[in-house]
C-alpha cells in the first residue's frame, strides 16, 4: 500500500533512516515522508545516497515524477518537482556491519570520542549520532 507521499506504508523498517551521503555526511529521517524533504531527487539518482534502517537493512530511495498525458496521450507532462521516496528495504538486516562503520566514521569526523566497546554497538552510536545532529539544529 502507498501512502500520498509514495513512500510504501507495508515496509519493515525500523526508524530513523540513516542516509549516508558519499562524503561520508549522516542525515537521519524520523518518518518515511522525510525522505522527500531532505534528499535532493538529483543526488538519488546520481547514487549519492546509501540509506539503512536502524537495525541495518539496506533501504531502498526512488525518485517519484508526478505526470499526467497530454497530445491525446501521446507524453506525459510532469505536473510537479520530482520527490524523493522510500520505496523498499530488505527483508532482514543484512548491513548492519556497514552501518556501523558509517557510524563510527562519521562520530570521528565529528571529533566525538569513542571507547571500543561503543563503536560496537549500533544502538548506542545511534543515540549519540541522534544526539549530535540535534545539537547541530539548535
Known sequence: MTNPSGADSDLQV???????????????????????VFLEWQDVEAGEYVAYDAEGRLVELSVHRGKRPVLWGLLDLSIKPPVVIVTGAEEKPTHRAELVKALVRFLEACRQPLTSDESQHLEHLLAMVMKLKWRQRL
Open 14 to 36: 525500523r526508524l530513523p533512516i540513516v542516509v549516508v551521503d558519499s562524503t561520508g555526511d549522516i542525515e537521519l529521517l524520523h518518518t518515511l515522508e522525510e525522505a522527500g
